[in-house]
């Protein structure tokens, strides 16, 4: 199963230009040689089930926050107690345990047919914040944990220099922060890039990143060559502090300080102005929406579709995993109009076909991912179209009816990393459920 056949064949694949059948994809070394329609399987073509896609890009994840699934619910509580009961497994999590718990989470994406994420790393340093002898250890565990799973990580390392606007870290935090921005620079310099790792940046948000030291973050980014993400007007309380500190929103306030533009993504932007969502569009600012997490945590509706018209690339994450569903993540950025605005197919199925895949690649460094062509990594995810949910759907509109339990087969650079729904690495619910354990053991001191 862990074999790479030079070529696959599926009666129905996502092109560029639309859906396609009798689809033969040929692998070269990665990535993909060639791709002809029209043609008959033949005995040596691996034949995926039903419909295959290009592979999803998960734009935003904290692989830690896994362990808080099914935790933050009690007395119901706001993104602000539901950030206690994170703090509160932040201060204990080793290099060991969140090697395993990042793998097991790696492991769930990929179950989902995602073959590449972008992950929004702030976990640095030990408890108080002393670095490790290696200040990267908790980087390089999450190197080995999505190579041992088998996808490409955007590591977007994380500049976390206060706990709030005027107030200095403390507290867990301290694991997050670096002294300052040329400190936190020095650190991402020494990351090396290989086949599993991309190098990427990241401002945590106007609340964690001074204003004096965001244009420092954001120009050595750009320096390095590198993608660069923040968190952006999530709750409302950072727009108020945002506000009162600086007189302006966090969105104009990135915007002053040089950080927006096309290799920039911004994540969630749910309360913004029209003068936010004009600013965004205009700078070719990416968007990447989180709305099972933008639910979960009581955040709001962005207004995704604004941001599309105005000119932003749009992504899909899956943010603080309350659910590892990327092709529902994608189909919930169209729920979402549907609700705002009352009224259906504000985004048509291809349009959240791009953001489930090419749009995520994109926001993550890699403009040639996310596609079923020449030149592409060869990333295939097929959709079973006989379960429950699909069965009987238009195929052309299977993104707005499936879910990860319907993804069968995911190739991943030409290999096969799941194979009827089962991962290489085994069963990922008992890996995520030793896990898991063993991180709450830690925290709570059990």
């Known amino acids: 199963m862990t074999g790479s056949p030079s070529a696959f064949w599926a009666a129905a694949a996502w092109l560029p230009d639309g859906l396609a059948h009798d689809v033969r994809v040929t692998v070269d070394a990665g990535r993909i040689a060639a791709v002809t329609t029209g043609v008959t399987a033949d005995a040596l073509d691996h034949r995926l089930p039903g419909v295959v896609l290009p592979g999803f890009a998960n734009a935003h994840s904290h692989a830690f926050h896994r362990a808080l699934r099914g935790r933050t619910h009690g007395d119901g509580g706001t993104f602000w107690t539901w950030r206690e009961r994170m703090y509160a497994l932040a201060a204990t999590l080793t290099p060991d345990t969140y090697l395993d718990l990042a793998r097991a989470t790696f492991a769930e994406m990929v179950l989902a047919g995602v073959t590449a994420v972008g992950e929004f790393h702030y976990l640095h340093h030990a408890p108080g914040g002393t670095p490790y002898d290696d200040p990267n250890t908790m980087a390089e565990a999450l190197r080995t944990a999505a190579h041992d799973a088998g996808l490409r990580l955007t590591l977007l390392d994380t500049a976390y220099l206060a706990g709030g606007i005027g107030r200095p870290l403390d507290g867990p935090a301290l694991r997050f922060g670096d002294a300052d921005a040329d400190a936190w620079a020095t650190r991402v310099d020494a990351l090396r890039p290989d086949a599993t ?23 050595h980014a750009r320096t390095a060559g590198l993608p660069l993400h923040v968190h952006l007007s999530e709750q409302r309380a950072e727009n108020d502090d945002c506000l009162a500190a600086y007189g302006t929103t966090p969105t104009r306030t990135l915007a002053d300080a040089g950080v927006l533009g096309p290799t920039t993504t911004a994540v969630h932007a749910v309360h913004l102005t029209p003068d936010d969502v004009a600013i965004l569009g205009s700078s070719s600012t990416g968007v990447c929406l989180c709305p099972s997490t933008e639910r979960d945590l009581g955040d709001g509706l962005a207004p995704g579709a604004d941001l599309r018209a105005a000119g932003s690339r749009l992504s899909v994450g899956s943010d603080q995993h309350v659910r590892t569903d990327l092709l529902a993540e994608a189909r919930d950025v169209e729920m979402h109009e549907r609700v705002a605005r009352e009224r259906r197919g504000v985004l048509d199925p291809a349009a959240l076909v791009d953001l489930l895949t090419s749009g995520g690649h994109a926001a993550l460094g890699d403009p040639t991912g996310g596609r079923l062509a020449v030149g592409a990594p060869a990333d295939l995810v097929a959709v079973r179209t006989d379960t429950p949910r699909t069965a009987g759907a238009d195929a052309a509109q299977l993104v707005l009816v499936a879910g990860s339990v319907d993804v ?22 008992t890996l995520l459920t030793r896990a898991v354990a063993a991180a709450w053991h830690e925290a709570e001191g059990a």
């Open 408 to 429: 069968d087969t995911v190739v991943v650079g030409g290999t096969v990393r799941v194979s009827g729904g089962q991962h290489v690495l085994g069963d990922v619910g």
């Open 197 to 219: 790792l991309t190098v990427g940046a990241a401002i945590h948000s106007v609340r964690a990143v001074p204003r004096d030291a965001l244009a420092a973050v954001a120009a």
